[in-house]
Structures are given as C-alpha cells and as structure tokens.
T-cell receptor
C-alpha cells in the first residue's frame, strides 16, 4: 500500500495563470476527495468522486475550479485565472465507498499565488 | 455557529504529561467522529475514529465522544516530543460524504 500521492508538492505561480494538480489515491479506493486548507484552519471540503463520477461540489468550488477523474483512478484539480486568495494547501484524500469515515490524506500541494 | 469548534491553543506540556484535546459540535445527527494528526507542512494522518458515543483506545491514545453534550475528546498518555503536532478533530457530515474539521489544536511536548 503506497498511500495517497500528490504532485507537485509545491507550486508558485503568478496571478492570472492556470495551475493543475494531480492526485493518485490508494489503489483499491473508489472515493476520492479534494480539500483546501489555509493557514491556521482545518481542511475544507471542495468536491468528491465515486469512481469517475463527480457527486458533490462545495460552494467553495468556484467556476474557476474544475476537477476530473477520467478513468476512476487518478484525479486532477485545475484552477484557472488564479487569484492571491487561492493560495492554500490543496489536499487529496481517498476511501472506500463503504468506509467514508476513514479518509486517508496525501501530503498536499502547497500553492502560492504571487 | 461553526459546525465543529476547537480551541487552537497552543498547548505546551512537559514530556510524560497527560494531554486532553477537545472539540464541540453543533449537529446532534453526526455519528462519526475522527481525530487526525498533522505535522508541519504535511497532510493530516488519521489517528482514530469513533462511531456514536463511547470510548476507543489505541495505545497511548483514547478518543471519547459524549453525544449528550456534543463533546469530543482525545487523551494522550505519557506524551512524547514526537507527539508535537497539530491535532484536528472532524465529523463526517450527515450525507456521509465530506469531513467537517475543527481549526486544529497545536501541541508542543518539551523534553
């Protein structure tokens, strides 16, 4: 079991640029979640997938954000026209559909928008 | 009122002390309660979860839920410097999809 992996671990970009993050879940997990964490706060839910279907999106997920999980394995999170307020740690987690209470997190991608 | 409230601390204790970390929550319908540990600049690590009320023990860690008062606790016995981290409490939302986290409590254990 290799755990949840995320790439890149750090990203610095200029305001207005697009960025894309990747998450590889634990291999047998069919649910994949994206959260965002800002300094001094707990993670906040953004969206989740069951297999390739995106089943829920938070109101935090503005129309500049899009997430995909095309083959039900890895997922990407894209932010278009980044803003300084997007600076945060973006965390991916995975679980079995029958075990939503045990979500395992990856190391996160730390985004800094200048 | 936030759904999960947690005192951010910081909390500083000497090595060997018993640590008590606490959260409150607002919705009596929540059934699953989790504790995560997060080291600086790392992702959260699941320590343990509890279903409904009661206690659960894992080594030096004990999680306790009191649904009557909507209170969640984590006790750490014989604390070690390696326990220094931010501890996040979380609940599973009613739909059984997303975790709702507290702000986290920063713990420092000095040797």
């Amino acid at each position: 079991d290799t755990g949840v992996s995320q790439d890149p671990r750090h990203k610095i970009t200029k305001r207005g640029q697009n960025v894309t993050f990747r998450c590889d879940p634990i291999s047998e997990h069919n649910r994949l979640y994206w959260y965002r964490q800002t300094l001094g706060q707990g993670p906040e839910f953004l969206t989740y997938f069951q297999n390739e279907a995106q089943l829920e999106k938070s109101r935090l997920l503005s129309d500049r954000f899009s997430a995909e999980r095309p083959k039900g394995s890895f997922s990407t999170l894209e932010i278009q026209r980044t803003e300084q307020g997007d600076s945060a740690m973006y965390l991916c987690a995975s679980s079995l559909a029958s075990r939503e209470e045990t979500q395992y997190f990856g190391p996160g991608t730390r985004l800094l928008v200048l | 009122q936030k759904e999960v409230e947690q005192d951010p601390g910081p909390l500083s204790v000497p090595e060997g002390a018993i640590v008590s970390l606490n959260c409150t929550y607002s919705n009596s319908a929540f059934q699953y309660f989790m504790w995560y540990r997060q080291y600086s600049r790392k992702g959260p690590e699941l320590l343990m979860y509890t279903y409904s009320s009661g206690n659960k023990e894992d080594g030096r860690f004990t999680a306790q839920v009191d649904k009557s008062s909507k209170y969640i606790s984590l006790f750490i016995r014989d604390s070690q410097p390696s326990d220094s981290a931010t501890y996040l409490c979380a609940v599973l939302n009613q739909a059984g999809t997303a975790l709702i986290f507290g702000k986290g409590t920063t713990l420092s254990v000095s040797s």
